[in-house]
């Protein structure tokens, strides 16, 4: 059984539990993408991964639901 860890809360879930939230940076007119694991069954988490940020500094961001998948990154 594969498990990920939730990248707002820490813990570790098993697959069916956890979903991708991605969004697209733009950083000096290259896109990145980001992927947030986060608990598909708990509504702090399912918030929280909108607000993660590997990236800081001045970014674009462009919302997309493209990508999002269940499952790790």
């Not at 990145?32 to 694991?37: A, E, F, G, L, Y």
């Amino acid at each position: 059984m594969d498990e990920w860890t939730c990248h707002v809360c820490g813990k570790t879930r098993p697959d069916d539990k956890i979903s991708v939230y991605s969004q697209t940076l733009i950083l000096e007119n290259v896109k990145i993408q980001q992927n947030v694991r986060y608990c598909n069954d708990n509504p702090e988490c399912i918030e929280g991964a909108k607000h993660v940020e590997w990236l800081r500094g001045p970014a674009h961001y462009e919302m997309t639901k493209e990508g999002e998948s269940n499952g790790g990154d």
